[in-house]
């Protein structure tokens, strides 16, 4: 560790560049600087810092650090957070990294540069949420790859999407390279982002400037091999990894390791040799299954290859998949509006052609899910191409991609898109349940890219926020509503509700008895009277806001009284009586046993079913005048079987 903070206190502070000062060539070796970003020019390529942000760097890498004002990521706290780090020529391949102080960041702060004899770097001094202050700091050498740091307990990095995470450091593809983050913290992969605990430094670039910083008593290693990567293995873990290119590879590895070997999709490891220059490792026997299905008409259908317990998301015009070699089994399904086929236990070799065809278990109705988590959340890193193609292949035609406390991007390739329409939303992380709101935007000025502020707000005002006074569409769950008191007093209008079990019908009824007239979703959501060829982001928005839904978890409920389905009010008779017809639709590993007619005076009947097959009910009931009716359905065998149709509104609201 340098003596930074000794040069600091004697140095005189770094002078403020003038506009006309913008550079814009990389640093030559031996050179350092930090200061304030003075043009948009400065800002390194795909970024989100700004012109009066700071900049910290040298000939390996360069850093933008947030001035004090927002967090980009968190809804707390200042700036003084590392928001951008590129290669001197590269991308930016950070979103952000937040240090912590005592389980929290600064409140306020003031941030300040200095430079002194071959060393860089920037001073954070702040107030933390108690009251008490403190300082943390970033210093850079002339000569490495290697940010100094001081004053944190913990550091946590937002790491762009398609990041992985390989022993103690995290790998980001860009334009050019990869570029690597690792600490001499303990690591913690909470999936998305990741924490080091305790760090003194962060090694910051391409894969041989990283690896030679964290073993400097290493080694070169080259060789052949007809894999995609070699990975450096250390009492059974992978602690590094370089990639093969034209069947050659060479990388640096520590001095002691277990050793090294091939690996590549499909096909099975090499076996794990000590490391010698000119050494050969070749994968072994590979294993691939070239998919295709259809529909009963015979046109392709995303669907996904369960294949020894892992799933292959497939669309059409997809590759082989890559299995690996040997006996497996599976099956082929496309979600819960068709049956599944099940392949049965084979030996896979070289490549197998799989030819399946798929049968529709349901009506016109567009599969969606309103809570797919997608990237900056905590827990998600995945691109939204990768998650959404893998909803396509669960049949989903419309999602909506939320983070908790943060606004996800959603960019699809054409061939995605065919399949799949998305929409970003936001999901509210605070203590009134977890309410959602869409669609939205980022906003780089603002803390968490725009998020709703829920610590300054009520529930209500928290809403409305979040709708931004109703230019959005809300979903609330039960914790929401609770907290949020006499549904009669809201002023607020919540387009839909969120059902995350069967238990949770009472309560969504009891907000239908104050003549809500909210739309139910579920883990996933049926979506009436739209056909496979009219399926879009708009229809499916349509089709939310009217209410022509099933909250579900596979089932699909066809109610109507007197003709009338859920998203149309049926005009108040002076007749007791009303003819209703339900239809209960369901791939057989999904279909209930049970369904139950609801009004709010009750349970107007219930029917057991005999059956796997489509049910369908057509029977006289009493239904006083201005009710509603809805209808639900479930399983005695498999509580996780459950569906819950949009009401039918009698005369009202």
Not at 21 to 26: E, I, T, Y
Not at 96 to 124: K, M, R, Y
Not at 307 to 320: K, S
Not at 520 to 526: A, I, L
Request: hydrophobic content about 40%; aromatic content about 6%.
């Amino acid at each position: 560790m340098w003596g930074w903070a000794l040069w600091l206190a004697c140095a005189p502070p770094a002078p403020t560049p003038d506009p006309a000062d913008c550079r814009l060539a990389p640093l030559p070796e031996g050179e350092v600087q930090a200061r304030r970003i003075v043009c948009k020019e400065e800002i390194l390529p795909g970024g989100e810092a700004s012109p009066g942000d700071w900049l910290l760097e040298n000939a390996q890498i360069r850093l933008a650090i947030r001035d004090a004002s927002v967090s980009l990521t968190q809804l707390q706290g200042t700036g003084g957070t590392i928001l951008d780090a590129a290669l001197p020529t590269g991308t930016d391949a950070l979103i952000e990294a937040i240090p912590e102080v005592g389980g929290s960041w600064f409140e306020t702060a003031e941030v300040s540069a200095w430079e002194q004899d071959g060393a860089a770097g920037l001073l954070v001094r702040g107030t933390l949420p108690d009251g008490s202050t403190g300082e943390v700091g970033y210093a850079l050498s002339s000569d490495a790859a290697v940010l100094e740091l001081t004053g944190m307990d913990r550091l946590t990095i937002v790491p762009m999407t398609s990041s992985e995470v390989t022993g103690q450091a995290i790998e980001t593809p860009t334009d050019g390279d990869w570029v690597l983050f690792s600490s001499d913290g303990a690591i913690e992969d909470l999936g998305g982002w990741v924490r080091w605990e305790a760090p003194s430094l962060l090694r910051i670039g391409d894969r041989r400037a990283v690896y030679q910083a964290q073993w400097p008593g290493g080694r070169f290693v080259q060789g052949q091999s007809d894999g995609t990567w070699i990975e450096v293995l250390d009492q059974d873990e992978t602690v590094a990894r370089f990639p093969v290119e034209d069947e050659h590879f060479s990388g640096w590895i520590p001095d002691t390791i277990d050793g090294v070997r091939a690996v590549a999709d499909g096909a099975q490891d090499s076996p794990t040799r000590a490391a010698r220059n000119g050494m050969e490792l070749d994968v072994g026997a590979q294993g691939w299954i070239s998919l295709f299905v259809s529909d009963a008409d015979g046109e392709p259908l995303p669907a996904t290859l369960v294949w020894n317990g892992v799933d292959y998301p497939w669309l059409p015009g997809d590759g082989a998949l890559p299995v690996g070699a040997g006996l497996g089994s599976g099956q082929i399904q496309a979600g819960h509006g068709y049956d599944t086929v099940a392949i049965p236990e084979q030996i896979i070799s070289d490549t197998v052609p799989l030819e399946v065809q798929l049968s529709r278990q349901v009506g016109d109705a567009l599969l969606a899910r309103t809570d797919v988590v997608g990237a900056p959340d905590p827990t998600e890193r995945r691109s939204s191409d990768q998650i959404l193609r893998n909803e396509a292949g669960a049949g989903v035609r419309y999602a909506i991609l939320v983070a908790q406390d943060e606004i996800p991007r959603v960019s699809l390739t054409d061939r995605t898109a065919e399949w799949i329409s998305a929409q970003a939303g936001s999901q509210s992380g605070g203590p009134y349940g977890a309410p959602m709101t869409w669609p939205w935007s980022t906003d780089t000025d603002a803390p968490a890219h725009g998020a709703t502020p829920w610590h300054q707000l009520g529930p209500l005002d928290m809403l409305d926020v979040m709708t931004k006074a109703g230019s959005r569409r809300a979903v609330i769950d039960q914790g929401w509503s609770e907290d949020a008191g006499d549904p009669s007093l809201w002023g607020i209008e919540p387009e839909a509700y969120r059902i995350d079990h069967i238990d949770q019908l009472d309560a969504y009824v009891g907000l239908l008895q104050h003549w809500k007239p909210l739309t139910p979703v579920g883990p996933w959501t049926w979506i009436e009277d739209i056909r496979p060829e009219e399926a879009s982001t708009t229809e499916a928005v349509r089709g939310i806001i009217a209410g022509r839904t099933t909250a579900t978890t596979g089932p699909r409920l066809v109610l109507t009284v007197d003709g009338v389905g859920p998203g149309e009010l049926l005009p108040a008779s002076k007749l007791p009586a009303h003819r209703v017809t339900l239809r209960v639709e369901a791939a057989s590993h999904r279909a209930p046993t049970h369904a139950s007619l609801i009004s709010d005076q009750g349970v107007i009947a219930t029917w057991a079913f005999k059956g796997p097959g489509p049910v369908y009910l057509d029977t006289v009931v009493t239904i006083g005048p201005e009710n509603w009716v809805l209808a639900a359905t479930w399983s005695e065998d498999k509580p996780q079987v459950w569906a819950v149709s949009a009401p039918i509104w009698i005369g009202r609201p």
